[in-house]
């Protein structure tokens, strides 16, 4: 079974069965199926996509469109209802956190539970135990029961044991929302690191940001239909667009009580500001572009709507973020003291010479509120900002900076634990570094 | 589009090595692959067939889940009490003696015509029966929901659900066999029995599997009805009372005054009565005669017949219907 894909899904459906009771379960089964005692509820239908090894797709839709079953067809936990699916290598999933963990049992014992039932050896889990206790931080905690974790604890376990088995494609369902920033950050790290040995990752999440960022791809569901497939970045814009649309189409289907608050959410939505584009221009041309040297000047304007300046002032952030989500620096209006005038217009933000060195960067404007604490919206310029610089600096940023021989400077007192016994004189007031400069 | 920071040159490659098991997964996932390709096409015979024939195989690769696992269940049983591991050894100790001195002493209750050396012979009858009884029992009852109890994992991870029910069968023949050793230790050192003979004691591992064959094929057919019917917990409930009393667990059917050989028959189609048959012959050295006036190899090779019979419809009935568990439960 040569073939280029890690995965390959065609024309796959999923319906469940639902009974209204289990009277009907046995009429039908006595019956042998010619009484039909069941609706059947699909939740997926006709997915096709096809994965090279190494590449990652993104799942999208709101709750129910069938996300977390896809993910768990793929998983083989339940099974399709027609088409087809192929998985070259061996799968992981993390579809549940702490799924198969034994809350008497010590983190400990559960990494060999658990690491077994994915399919790991006795001997292999023992050598890679510590590598595992190492990732989840756990500390001591590994030796307490599994019910004396708070939920963050179980993520870093449960992710750490999925990842520690080495998959060629790894499934993971909506499971990071309850780690702490820090270990967010450790388990995208990671995933970066399993695509760049070639892993396939198939993930789904609410987040359109961790879509974005992680995923090259994207399948955006609707009600268990493929809305659209592609690249993540449009699917993802394409999904934003829908969600601000759709609550129109809501309103069409839904009964004269909930149509009330729905209507309500539309003038709320309809009222809410938003950005309606962003771009990055070169200041001296005049020309869009996204490829800079160290040292450029670069203009970023943010194109915006705010119905009801009045009620809502609002506020503008640019940043810079690597694609590992570290944000290397923030523009803010309403640190920068800048009012957004108007209920329409475009505001640029000038940068001149540019410090940030070599790497790709994205370039993310949020819309916050007039005290700056609620976040509108988030919007990812669509390309990224890719800075090259020619010298030999090292680093994130080139820091302005020059050098001094300042031989008349004596140490001052207390610095290290070798004091030289000479040239001190008594004479040095308070140390400097004491007084803050910051 | 590439959004990944490339300047670092090579992946920080840990130290886990790629894994060395790739194949095979899909046979053991319940999900039918033509290539490699998973459809919605149920299992065919001739797939379940093929998956029964491999059953050892099956066994030989998740070793070390069944191990972990009963391993970890029996622990589970056990941590966190007092007397911790001294329970299994101890519950058939205190079992003994409750059978031993109500039936021999307090009761009085002895089989006529026997030598006053093999006065326990009821107590000894009643506790070989109930300690085989119980590992059986206690599988089919608890086995009946253990799919439906570990619902979640199913639903979540993807593992060879048949290592569920076996797991509970394992267990309970363990702590049967803690039972065994001490009673074979006791007849060995004090004087309630006569010693058994070593060569009988070479039929027990063969009496184990076929025990656990046995016992792991009928809570596969529980296990899977209860998956669709939740009525079938409380039928086995019930259903196991009644199959304790017909099967000669506290009563010798040799003893009934008048049974009719027909009666006498339909006690024999139980594969039970063969199995502690078997086991009787080799726990009580086949002491007394008039117990054993039967051939302990019929009895056995009957019991092989349902254990394989059980097994095969049992593994078969869970096989096909396993495909739809996680949606069901």
């Known amino acids: ?438 | 589009m590439s959004a990944h920071k490339q300047s670092e040159p090579g992946a920080q490659a840990s130290s886990i090595d790629p894994s060395t098991s790739a194949g095979g997964e899909i046979l053991d996932s319940g999900a039918h692959a033509v290539e490699g390709w998973v459809t919605a096409a149920p299992p065919r015979w001739m797939e379940i067939a093929l998956h029964i024939l491999m059953a050892p195989r099956l066994l030989v690769r998740h070793w070390d889940l069944i191990k972990t696992s009963v391993w970890r269940e029996l622990q589970a049983r056990f941590t966190g009490t007092v007397l911790g591991w001294a329970w299994p050894l101890l519950t058939p100790v205190l079992m003994f003696l409750i059978y031993y001195f109500i039936f021999t002493n307090l009761l009085s209750s002895k089989m006529p015509d026997l030598p006053p050396e093999l006065d326990s012979v009821v107590g000894i009858y009643m506790f070989t029966g109930v300690l085989v009884w119980t590992a059986f029992a206690e599988s089919i009852t608890r086995g009946t929901n253990v799919i439906v109890e570990n619902g979640n994992l199913i639903k979540k991870v993807a593992f060879p659900t048949e290592i569920l029910p076996l797991n509970l069968v394992l267990v309970n023949l363990v702590t049967m066999a803690f039972g065994l050793a001490m009673f074979l230790l006791a007849c060995l050192v004090l004087p309630i029995w006569p010693a058994q003979n070593p060569l009988d004691l070479c039929w027990v591992p063969l009496l184990l599997l076929l025990q656990a064959i046995f016992s792991y094929g009928v809570t596969l057919v529980l296990a899977t009805m209860q998956v669709y019917l939740r009525d079938t917990m409380q039928v086995v409930a019930v259903a196991a009372t009644v199959w304790m009393f017909i099967t000669p667990i506290f009563w010798v059917p040799e003893f009934i005054p008048d049974m009719p050989e027909t009666m006498l028959e339909f006690v024999r189609v139980n594969p039970m009565y063969h199995l502690l048959y078997s086991w009787r012959v080799v726990l009580m050295s086949e002491t007394p005669d008039v117990i054993f006036n039967g051939d302990m190899q019929t009895s056995l090779g009957i019991f092989a017949l349902w254990a394989l019979g059980s097994f095969v419809f049992g593994y078969g009935f869970f096989l096909a219907a396993r495909r739809r568990f996680a949606d069901e439960i």
């Open chain 1, 1 to 438: 079974m040569a073939t280029n894909y890690a995965v390959e899904v065609e024309g796959l459906h999923k319906w469940f069965r639902i009974y209204p009771g289990p009277f009907q379960r046995i009429v039908e089964g006595l019956s042998l199926g010619r009484i039909k005692g069941h609706r059947e509820f699909s939740a997926l239908r006709d997915i096709n996509f096809k994965l090279k090894p190494g590449s990652s797709i993104g799942l999208c839709g709101a709750n129910g469109a069938g996300k977390s079953t896809l993910l768990k067809i793929l998983a083989g936990t339940t099974s399709p209802s027609a088409g087809r699916y192929r998985i070259n290598g061996k799968v992981s999933s993390l579809l549940e956190l702490g799924a198969g963990f034994h809350s008497d049992f010590t983190g400990r014992a559960n990494i060999m539970m658990n690491g077994i039932m994915m399919g790991a050896s006795k001997e292999e889990m023992e050598r890679l135990t510590p590598e595992i206790i190492d990732f989840a931080e756990l500390g001591d905690y590994i030796d307490e029961p599994v019910r004396t974790y708070s939920s963050g604890m179980g993520l870093r376990l449960g992710f750490s044991v999925a990842m520690a088995v080495d998959p060629d494609v790894m499934l993971i369902d909506e499971v990071f929302a309850v780690g702490d920033m820090y270990f967010q950050k450790k388990c995208v790290d990671k995933i970066y690191e399993l695509k760049k040995r070639n892993k396939t990752i198939a993930f789904c999440s609410h987040s359109l940001y961790d879509v974005r960022q992680l995923c090259d791809e994207a399948l955006w569901l609707r009600d268990g239909d493929p809305a659209a497939l592609g690249d993540s970045v449009s699917v993802t814009n394409e999904y934003t667009v829908w969600q601000r649309n759709h609550i129109d189409e809501e309103a069409e289907h839904l009964s004269e009580s909930e149509a009330g608050a729905v209507s309500k959410r539309r003038e709320e939505l309809s009222n809410a500001p938003e950005v309606l584009d962003a771009r990055v221009y070169h200041p001296q041309s005049g020309e869009e572009r996204y490829e800079y040297q160290t040292g450029d000047d670069m203009e970023i304007r943010v194109w915006w709507r705010n119905p009801k300046p009045e009620q809502n002032p609002i506020n503008l952030a640019v940043g810079f973020v690597y694609p590992d989500m570290t944000t290397v620096a923030g523009m803010l209006t309403h640190i920068d003291g800048f009012k957004l005038e108007g209920s329409e217009g475009c505001t640029s933000v000038h940068c001149s010479k540019l410090n940030l060195l070599s790497n790709q960067f994205l370039v993310a404007v949020i819309l916050f509120d007039g005290e700056g604490t609620h976040q509108y919206q988030k919007y990812l310029i669509r390309e990224n900002l890719s800075i090259r610089h020619g010298t030999k600096d090292v680093g994130m940023v080139l820091v302005d900076h020059h050098w001094n021989n300042r031989p008349e400077i004596a140490l001052p007192t207390g610095s290290g634990a070798r004091i030289r016994e000479a040239n001190v004189d008594g004479t040095q007031g308070h140390s400097s570094g004491e007084d803050g400069g910051w």
